[in-house]
């Protein structure tokens, strides 16, 4: 990794809870690009941010020099996060990744107006020429995790504590359900819903909460901090999460991560801004596309269990298994899909329901 890539200006900036990271070059031009990052949280050493990050520098090795960019941390969505993302854009960045759902508004008002200017959007539907929302397909990963969940769970209850009630976490935990109920037809999820994307205080409640009702496997769903592994670990019981590997933080009851690579996809747009051909699409990545994977699993998953899941990994992969076909019926018993009809991606992606086995009803 080079030098420019580690070494870090860290700058602070006149605006309430952030902080900006001029990451330096070593000789700009006239030619160096500019790209702004917005980030709703902390980069810090594991979580969304910080994967988000990795695929920044992805983008740094590939052009040294050529490019600077200027890192704006813990961004709270709102007015706050549009005005920063417009001073990033007056200050002759070119390029923007904004990094959360909650960015959309502003961040498409900006494309509308400044042609000039390419965005990276974290998981919107909205698209420009020059505007190009991703999400990850995290189902695919996530219900491999409700297969192994299933073979280590003695009480039958797995708990997920979830960031907010979107449809990109929504998936990820109906995935989980069901790679689950594959194994074991009788087990049940419960789910605490924090509003957050970083509260490390209400994490760590709520993850007490569900262990409290003798959830022994538990998903942290789209947290920024290691909380919710930290206190399962404590409590002896088995934890997973998105984004990137927190097994440092649970040695023992890590049950594993379902992973996101932004760097190629990163690279790939920037490298079509740079040509003039920036492809104003919306981008659904997902193992096919060497985006999602599968880590760290734990050691205590049986060996017949694990056998199962990598056998079911490659049919994701190749397309011959469809984790969202039919029959599916919603929570409260009510056939949503019906028997081998798969859903649509528009389906998938705008999913606001419950598979059966989830207990608790989703917030109005």
Partial sequence: ????????????????????????????????????????????????????????RSVQEAYGDKIEVTVLENIAEGPDADRIANGLVNE???VLLLGSFGYQNGGIQIAKRRRDVSIIHASGFLTEP????????????????????????????????????????????????????????????????????FDPASEQEAAKA?????????????????????????????AWNLNSSMKSYAPEKYLGVVGTDWG???????????????????????MEDDIVYTADWNPDIPADVIAMIEE?????????????EGPLADQSGVERVADGVAMTD?????????????TTPLPS
């Fill in 210 to 238: 569900l262990i409290s009702q003798d959830a022994d496997v538990i998903f942290s769903n789209a947290q920024d901090t290691p909380s919710v592994i930290a206190v399962a670990e404590e409590a002896g019981i088995y």
């Fill in 312 to 324: 079911r990994q490659a049919a994701i992969r190749d397309g011959s298994f469809v984790v969202f």
């Fill in 92 to 94: 002759g960045n070119t």
């Fill in 1 to 56: 990794m080079s030098q420019n890539v580690k070494r870090r200006s860290f700058l602070k900036a006149s605006l309430a809870a952030t902080t900006a990271i001029a990451l330096p070059m070593r000789a700009l031009t006239q030619d160096t690009l500019k790209m702004g990052v917005v980030l709703p949280s902390p980069e810090a050493d594991v979580g969304w941010s910080h994967t988000l990050m990795e695929g920044v």
């Fill in 264 to 286: 190629p996809h990163f690279k790939s747009l920037v490298d079509a801004h740079v040509a003039g051909a920036y492809p104003g699409e919306n981008f659904w990545l997902g």
């Fill in 130 to 197: 020059n505007f190009a929302p991703f999400t990850a397909k995290y189902w695919q990963g996530t219900y491999l995790m409700g297969m192994a969940a299933a073979s280590l769970t003695k009480s039958k209850k797995l708990g997920c504590v979830g960031a907010f009630a979107i449809p990109e976490l929504i998936t990820s935990i109906n995935a989980f359900m069901l790679g689950a109920q594959s194994v074991d037809p009788e087990i049940e999820m419960s789910v605490v819903w924090v509003n957050s994307w």
């Fill in 346 to 358: 528009g389906e998938i992606i705008s999913m606001d329901w419950h598979v059966a086995g989830v």
